[in-house]
């Protein structure tokens, strides 16, 4: 799953190919994802693993990184 969700960030939100991202990268506090971006983000999760995240959970904090990302998936998932 880190490995979707990252590859979704670097196709999606990545101007050119030279910055390296990780799992552990702040996504929206660093500047990568903001808050319209975030909401592509979320439909993108809710189809990709057929779930529902509330707005309220898909907070700023929740979607900082790659690894908070699949916390919060795997959360709905029933993990």
């Given at each position: 799953?880190?490995?979707?969700?990252?590859?979704?960030?670097?196709?999606?939100?990545?101007?050119?190919?030279?910055?390296?991202?990780?799992?552990?990268?702040?996504?929206?506090?660093?500047?990568?994802?903001?808050?319209?971006?975030?909401?592509?983000?979320k439909r993108f999760l809710e189809n990709k693993?057929?779930?529902?995240?509330?707005?309220?959970?898909?907070?700023?904090?929740?979607?900082?990184?790659v690894n908070k990302i699949c916390t919060l998936?795997?959360?709905?998932?029933?993990?």
């Amino acid at each position: 799953m880190k490995d979707i969700v990252l590859k979704y960030v670097i196709d999606e939100y990545l101007e050119d190919d030279s910055e390296t991202i990780t799992y552990d990268t702040p996504l929206i506090s660093g500047g990568i994802v903001d808050s319209f971006s975030m909401v592509s983000l979320k439909r993108f999760l809710e189809n990709k693993y057929n779930i529902s995240i509330p707005d309220a959970d898909a907070s700023p904090e929740a979607f900082d990184t790659v690894n908070k990302i699949c916390t919060l998936v795997d959360r709905f998932l029933g993990k």
